[in-house]
């Protein structure tokens, strides 16, 4: 389902490509090109093809690098409480021609995949992300749910805050009838490095 990709943390060199990679989508799509002072201290999160050409990216800012861009809109102590370790996954892209189910749906499902596997190595225990309205349902997929009323944001416009509990994720582990959590707990595939 994920062969022929590499998925793994980007290196520096990588994530310039990550980077490159977002502003060729972010300015086509969204009219801007998406880099703000999060991209230093964050970690880029990369999908390859065998001859490293990078396809797909997302970034994940970690606990040490709050208050996250979407504090500025949501109260996540508030909503989530003071003692959880967020991680805010945001920036996700990927190559247009490889988006669609028959020619890479699958990418998707790494990118999460390897997300998840980030999450468990670093003793993150809930992601959250601000989700434009048409990515709401690929992040429902990957078992996001909404955790508040849609809101604005002063960049992106109308989002839709999302999380996951990583921990109740883990700890349904044995006993899930569902497919992408089955994957997401799954063991780690060998073409993904944390």
Not at 38 to 56: E, K, M, P, Q, S
Not at 105 to 126: C, N, P, V
Not at 140 to 166: C, N, Y
């Amino acid at each position: 389902m994920i062969e022929g990709f590499t998925f793994k943390v980007a290196s520096e060199p990588e994530r310039r490509l990550a980077l490159n990679l977002r502003r060729q989508v972010y300015r086509t799509e969204l009219g801007h090109d998406g880099i703000d002072s999060f991209d230093d201290r964050a970690y880029h999160l990369i999908a390859c093809t065998a001859n490293g050409d990078v396809v797909a990216s997302l970034r994940i800012v970690g606990p040490e690098s709050r208050p996250f861009d979407l504090e500025s809109v949501a109260p996540l102590i508030d909503l989530l409480g003071p003692s959880r370790r967020l991680g805010e996954i945001s920036r996700f892209c990927i190559k247009p021609d490889l988006r669609h189910l028959t020619k890479g749906q699958s990418i998707h499902l790494g990118m999460f995949k390897l997300a998840y596997e980030f999450a468990l190595r670093h003793s993150l225990t809930d992601f959250v992300t601000l989700a434009l309205p048409h990515l709401s349902r690929l992040y429902s997929m990957a078992l996001f749910r909404p955790l508040m009323a849609e809101i604005k944001h002063p960049t992106w416009g109308p989002v839709q805050l999302m999380h996951l509990d990583l921990m109740r994720l883990a700890d349904n582990r044995s006993s899930s009838a569902d497919r992408m959590a089955r994957f997401l707990l799954g063991p780690t595939p060998s073409n993904f490095t944390i």
